[in-house]
């Protein structure tokens, strides 16, 4: 556990465990049923005011306690938009496959990006400690990995970019219905000049007696050729 990251963790998990006593509380409005009133809201009277956690406005945590369901959320620190899309693709993967996890709920609370909603019937099933702890190592572990990938994605990225700056040269490939990208080295050798107007550069392209030759043009520099035989 990293060291900032401590006190933020462990004021959540006293106030989790101070908030998982719950209990069967059938609904006032429908009849012979029981459902989570912090989701329903059908009695305002055993619902408590929302608690919230956060180490600054982009890492918080949520905590709504009623009688006998506890809905947590979580917003997970994103300081770019690397961090952004790695978060939102990792919060996604999650919640498709919310049913494995039991008490993660499917689509988090607005403005949070994960929610997890315990109620009296998992506390029935489950030791209330091992719940709080998974939700603790929960989010120790998805704010490194998205650390992790980022620093992957990156590696990645300088070890691609001087491949892509390598392939400023002349690109050929003729062969069955594949194409051909033509650099500045090859208007040069034609004798003409890359900035002169489209249809000249057509025509010199009909030039070369190729058999169905169909130009699209990609921008005035480096016009795209494609050659179907």
């Known amino acids: 556990m990293a060291h900032t990251l401590a006190p933020y963790l462990e004021v959540i998990r006293h106030t989790l465990n101070a908030a998982l006593c719950l209990q069967n509380y059938p609904s006032q409005v429908v009849e012979r049923q029981s459902r989570p009133e912090i989701e329903f809201k059908d009695t305002a009277a055993v619902i408590l005011k929302p608690l919230v956690i956060a180490r600054d406005e982009n890492e918080k945590c949520l905590i709504e306690a009623s009688v006998n369901a506890v809905r947590v959320s979580i917003k997970v620190r994103q300081s770019d938009d690397t961090?952004?899309?790695?978060?939102?693709?990792?919060?996604?993967?999650?919640?498709?496959?919310?049913?494995?996890?039991?008490?993660?709920?499917?689509?988090?609370?607005?403005?949070?990006?994960?929610?997890?909603?315990?109620?009296?019937?998992?506390?029935?099933?489950?030791?209330?400690?091992?719940?709080?702890?998974?939700?603790?190592?929960?989010?120790?572990?998805?704010?490194?990995?998205?650390?992790?990938?980022?620093?992957?994605?990156?590696?990645?990225?300088?070890?691609?970019?001087?491949?892509?700056?390598?392939?400023?040269?002349?690109?050929?490939?003729?062969?069955?219905?594949?194409?051909?990208?033509?650099?500045?080295?090859?208007?040069?050798?034609?004798g003409l000049d890359p900035m002169a107007p489209f249809g000249t550069i057509v025509r010199v392209l009909l030039s070369f007696h190729l058999p169905t030759v169909r130009v699209w043009e990609s921008g005035m520099l480096c016009p795209t050729v494609h050659f179907h035989s």
């Open 83 to 190: 961090e952004k899309l790695l978060c939102r693709k990792f919060a996604s993967f999650f919640t498709q496959r919310a049913e494995h996890f039991v008490i993660l709920r499917r689509k988090p609370v607005e403005g949070y990006d994960i929610s997890f909603l315990i109620t009296n019937t998992h506390l029935e099933e489950m030791m209330k400690d091992r719940i709080v702890d998974f939700i603790i190592e929960f989010m120790e572990d998805v704010d490194k990995e998205i650390k992790d990938l980022k620093i992957a994605l990156n590696t990645r990225l300088r070890a691609a970019a001087p491949k892509l700056q390598q392939t400023t040269l002349v690109q050929t490939e003729i062969c069955g219905t594949s194409g051909a990208i033509f650099s500045h080295a090859f208007w040069a050798r034609q």
